[in-house]
């Protein structure tokens, strides 16, 4: 079997990472509830075939030819040392004190950012913010004149009915996977210089996740959210069905991961604030009847606006999508 076979299901939200919230006996398999539907699935998923798309990072290089693997195992590679460093702090979890080498919290930290940006829900807000500036940048260029003259025929076109209804302006999704990469970069320096704890579930209660697991919020309710690398963001992190991480801003730098206390209270807010973030799917190792209790007014998720409207120009979408 070639590699490239192996490689097509490419996932945004890692199998290793779901697998931390399967259902009790299962290895591959959790209970995924539909946020449109306000309903859980009637069967259990494989985390296989959730939170993936066939060739999800395939490039375009500069002669045209298409490499679907090359980011893909760039990725898998950030994958595997992020879930080693997770097992290690998860088994750490009931020490007073987790200490983490400066190296391995760096690693992490972008492990975490990546997990953010690299899903659809931002992907395609990229997109979007690009399919505009090419919109507006193009008469600029065709205005300029040391930019090479058009055809009259084609000028005139233009003049009478419009850039947009002339040419079509087509971005191609590949757009979004440098900046998925720099946010990620940027998010991860700023995770560095704030404060982490970690804290797990009380008995009888357990942590959710979804398809975006990374949520951002203001640590002051009363202020405006300043996005996921802003010094006054808060960040939290699943990282199994019974320990979370909190990154909250600080003051004071503090090289290990702080235990925090463990209630229910907690666990609540916890939970209701993933679900929130969830763009179309919560996870979770049971099927938690407190999930259908939740308000659906308050469900939209925490998909990036770019504010623009998809008007003008094409997303050339990826085309093993299923």
């Known amino acids: 079997m070639s590699n490239r076979k192996i490689k097509k299901n490419q996932h945004y939200v890692p199998q290793s990472y779901l697998r931390r919230f399967t259902a009790l006996g299962e290895k591959s398999l959790l209970w995924a509830f539909d946020k449109e539907k306000h309903e859980f699935k009637t069967l259990q998923s494989s985390v296989n075939k959730i939170c993936s798309e066939d060739y999800y990072y395939y490039q375009i290089d500069e002669s045209g030819d298409i490499d679907h693997i090359k980011l893909e195992d760039e990725l898998s590679s950030i994958e595997r040392i992020g879930n080693n460093i997770i097992n290690r702090i998860i088994d750490m979890r009931c020490m007073p004190y987790v200490p983490i080498l400066e190296r391995e919290k760096g690693e992490l930290a972008f492990y975490i950012s990546l997990m953010l940006f690299r899903g659809p829900s931002f992907r395609d807000a990229i997109n979007d913010v690009y399919g505009q500036v090419v919109k507006h940048a193009l008469p600029i260029v065709m205005n300029d004149k040391n930019a090479p003259e058009i055809p009259s025929i084609l000028k005139e076109m233009i003049e009478t009915k419009g850039i947009s209804n002339v040419i079509d302006i087509n971005v191609n999704s590949v757009i979004s996977l440098q900046p998925m990469i720099e946010c990620a970069q940027t998010m991860g320096l700023s995770l560095l210089k704030k404060r982490w704890i970690l804290v797990s579930a009380p008995e009888d209660n357990n942590f959710i996740t979804s398809d975006i697991p990374v949520v951002f919020y203001p640590v002051n309710s009363s202020k405006t959210n300043g996005g996921p690398a802003h010094s ?57 009847n407190w999930l259908n209790n939740l308000p659906k007014s308050k469900g939209k998720g925490q998909r990036l606006n770019s504010g623009v409207p998809r008007d003008g120009f094409n997303i050339i979408d990826n085309p093993w999508k299923k």
């Open 232 to 288: 006054t963001t808060e960040i939290l992190f699943p990282l199994s069905s019974k320990v979370a991480l909190i990154i909250t801003p600080s003051q004071q730098f503090n090289e290990g991961i702080e235990i925090g206390n463990s209630n229910k209270d907690l666990a609540i807010k916890i939970n209701r604030l993933i679900f929130f973030a969830a763009n179309s799917l919560v996870f979770c190792a049971e099927k938690y």
